[in-house]
């Protein structure tokens, strides 16, 4: 299987995960989140976002794309097990779950595979310049090789015991794409 890929001219990109949002029977978006997020030209969910209507919220901010985890409703805007964005010349590939998806024998912290360049051909039809990852409710950028970096955004909802709330942001510069994690609380 390859990963769908998308193309986008934005300079700063949010990205959210693990968020369960579930209007009237959960969590919803702070105010403060929704408003940390205006400046983003991108929105880019890796899943366990919970029902649509947060999808909705985020795109009255800007474009969504993301991924699908265990908590999504059906929407299109998500129902890719696996994302490349090209993003300015960067290669960015997108999963839930990257120990799942092939890519890492661990999340947290994250640990590539052993074939990890080999893994992201398989999934993306190419090697990566950043990895997006989530399921572990815990921020963490984490080196992968030369291919670049491993982002994992935690959740700016619900974050792990001991973690504060988060998300990450990819900032486009003359060197390429900055990984940024955003505290929130």
Known sequence: MTARALT?????????????IHP????????????ALSDAHLIVTLGDM???AGLDQLEEIATVVGVRGQDDADDPRTDHPALLLHIGGTR?????????AGLATASDPFTPAA???????????????VL?????HKAATDAIGRQGVALNPGSA????AGAAPTFGRLVRTA??????IVFVG
């Open 8 to 20: 986008f001219d934005a300079g700063i990109v949010a990205i959210l995960a693990d968020c369960h």
């Open 24 to 35: 009237g029977d959960g969590p919803e978006f702070p105010a403060h989140v929704l408003a």
């Open 50 to 52: 919970g029902d649509s």
């Open 92 to 100: 960015v590939g997108c999963v839930f779950d990257a120990t799942a």
């Open 115 to 129: 074939d990890f360049a080999e893994a992201c051909r398989r999934l993306f039809g190419t090697e990566v310049d």
């Open 132 to 136: 997006l990852h989530a399921s572990t």
């Open 157 to 160: 909802i619900l974050p792990a």
């Open 175 to 180: 060197a390429g794409l900055e990984p940024e």
